[in-house]
């Protein structure tokens, strides 16, 4: 006769029953508790891509302003820039006039 195959001191499963409909509750539960935390984040996330376009809208004003406010400068700083020379160009003319040059020898020494 054929022996059979295995050993005969294995420890056989015993077949346990399952309480499935307790298992179905609580795993039903824990979907639950996950899905109300995933529309809270979800609420979240929504508010915080409200508070970043205002706040990029705010961005863009502000650095609008600023371009305006540093052309504005600008503007300012060459206009006194000319004046100051245009009044340096009079005092050395004053002076020149008053050792007694010719307004002649003084564009011929200009270019």
């Known amino acids: 006769m054929a022996r059979p195959k295995g050993s005969k001191n294995k420890t056989r499963a ?4 399952v309480d499935y409909v307790a298992v179905v509750v609580e795993k ?9 935390e995933v529309a809270v984040l979800i609420a ?3 508010d915080l891509k409200a508070q970043l376009k205002t706040k990029k ?5 502000a ?3 600023l371009t305006k406010a540093e052309a504005k400068k600008a503007a300012i700083e060459k206009k ?6 245009k009044g340096e160009a009079e005092d050395v003319l ?10 002649e020898e003084i564009l ?3 270019q």
């Open 80 to 85: 006194a820039a000319e004046e100051a020379k």
């Open 57 to 61: 809208d705010e961005l863009k004003a």
């Open 94 to 103: 004053k002076k020149l006039l008053a050792n007694g040059m010719t307004a």
């Open 44 to 46: 979240n996330i929504d």
């Open 63 to 65: 650095t609008k302003d």
């Open 28 to 36: 039903t539960a824990e979907k639950e508790k996950i899905e109300s």
């Open 108 to 110: 011929a020494k200009l």
């Open 14 to 17: 015993v077949k346990s029953t």
